[in-house]
């Protein structure tokens, strides 16, 4: 098991390489000295990696349990890797649908009231933010 001296210790090389810790869970050091929580793992007969975070924003504690779910996943038949980029995608969509209703909310409050500068606000509203926010 990786301890902090050695995590903290780990300077960057001229390739990259790989401390491991346990199950599989291993922090890859770039040569640009970024320091990388990663997991290999198999399914389906392919070898894959899960990226679980970066080592100055998740600590080896917080890692350790984000490997353990993943090891569960596993066992459950599910693949790590498409359970991370679902969950993702829900936060994305539930991002825009909140920005959505803002936005409209907003609209009634604020935009100009007559007839015609209404729909034009909204429709420039909608043209300029929600192509961005739909944008993958």
């Known amino acids: 098991m990786l301890t902090e001296i050695k995590m903290r210790g780990a300077k960057p090389a001229a390739k ?3 401390l491991f810790d346990a199950h599989r869970m291993f922090l890859l050091v ?3 000295g970024s320091k990388l929580w990663r997991m290999n793992y198999v399914f389906d007969g392919k070898n894959k990696t899960l990226a679980l975070g970066s080592y100055s924003l998740v600590g080896v504690a917080e890692a350790r ?3 353990d779910q993943a090891r569960l996943d596993l066992q459950q038949g599910f693949d ?3 359970f991370k980029k679902l969950k993702l995608k829900a936060n994305l969509e539930a ?3 909140r920005f959505e209703r803002v936005a409209r909310e907003w609209h ?3 935009a100009p009231s007559g007839p ?3 729909p034009r606000t909204f429709s420039a509203l909608s043209k300029a933010t929600y192509s961005l ?3 993958p």
Do not use: D, F, H, I
Request: net charge positive.
């Open 30 to 32: 770039n040569t640009g």
């Open 133 to 135: 926010l739909s944008a």
């Open 80 to 82: 790590p890797g498409v």
């Open 95 to 97: 991002s825009r649908n």
């Open 65 to 67: 349990k984000k490997r």
């Open 116 to 118: 015609r500068s209404r």
């Open 108 to 110: 009634q409050v604020n």
């Open 16 to 18: 990259a390489y790989k």
